[in-house]
């Protein structure tokens, strides 16, 4: 049982370039999230999703897509990366979204626009 | 209006002694969760502890408490008998019913253990 597990662990991307964040959870979860950490801040959310094929907007969604094929996995793009979008992302992913639900996070993966 | 706030940017603690991180909240909402996460250097977002608006007792998971004050709106982490690995980054957060699916935190403290 792995929990959620994020890929890739690092990147380094150049203004405009695009890629693709991959989250994947074995919890059979059917809520998962994408957060973004910058320093000296808490977490915000970009994108969540509260089943297979369904996405949402969060905090900070722009600049952003998501996708959602299969319910383990949580994909984050980004199309035309911006230097603004250097953070830390974190997925995570909980069994159902209510108030009293906890959420359980991914290892995060540090980005770096230039 | 921050809904989280966390007043510490910084603590200290003596090796094997307790310690109090602060938490206040801010929510309309009678139905709401609270919770807790640490943060080591590697990065990694540690889920400690949950408190739910409707319980009646202190939520506990081992060493650490909530010190749950639902009349002041605040949910601070007691840590007893600190460990230098407790040495890290401590977030507060809240989940309201009508605020959807969002997890709100707060800016975070920082926990220095000392030997």
């Known amino acids: 049982n792995a929990g959620v597990t994020q890929t890739p662990k690092f990147r380094v991307l150049k203004t405009g370039q695009s890629m693709t964040l991959l989250c994947a959870q074995d919890m059979n979860h059917e809520y998962m999230y994408w957060y973004r950490q910058d320093p000296g801040m808490g977490l915000r959310l970009i994108h969540y999703s509260v089943g297979e094929g369904t996405t949402a907007k969060g905090e900070v969604p722009d600049g952003y897509n998501v996708s959602r094929l299969k319910k383990q996995n949580f994909l984050l793009g980004l199309e035309s990366a911006a230097p603004s979008q250097t953070s830390v992302y974190f997925c995570?992913?909980?069994?159902?979204?209510?108030?009293?639900?906890?959420?359980?996070f991914g290892p995060g993966t540090r980005l770096t626009v230039l | 209006a921050q809904k989280i706030t966390q007043t510490q940017p910084g603590m200290f603690v003596q090796e094997k002694e307790a310690v109090t991180l602060d938490c206040t909240y801010d929510t309309s909402d009678p139905s709401y969760g609270l919770f807790w996460y640490k943060q080591p250097s590697s990065g990694e977002m540690i889920f400690l502890i949950y408190?739910?608006?409707?319980?009646?007792q202190n939520a506990t998971e081992g060493r650490y408490s909530l010190n749950f004050q639902k009349a002041r709106k605040s949910a601070n982490l007691v840590i007893s008998a600190s460990q230098l690995g407790d040495s890290a980054m401590y977030f507060c957060?809240?989940?309201?019913?009508?605020?959807?699916?969002?997890?709100?935190f707060g800016a975070g403290t920082r926990l220095f253990v000392k030997a």
């Open positions: 957060a809240m989940r309201e019913r009508t605020g959807g699916f969002k997890t709100i």
């Open positions: 408190q739910g608006s409707y319980d009646q």
């Open positions: 995570a992913s909980s069994v159902a979204g209510g108030g009293t639900d906890t959420q359980y």
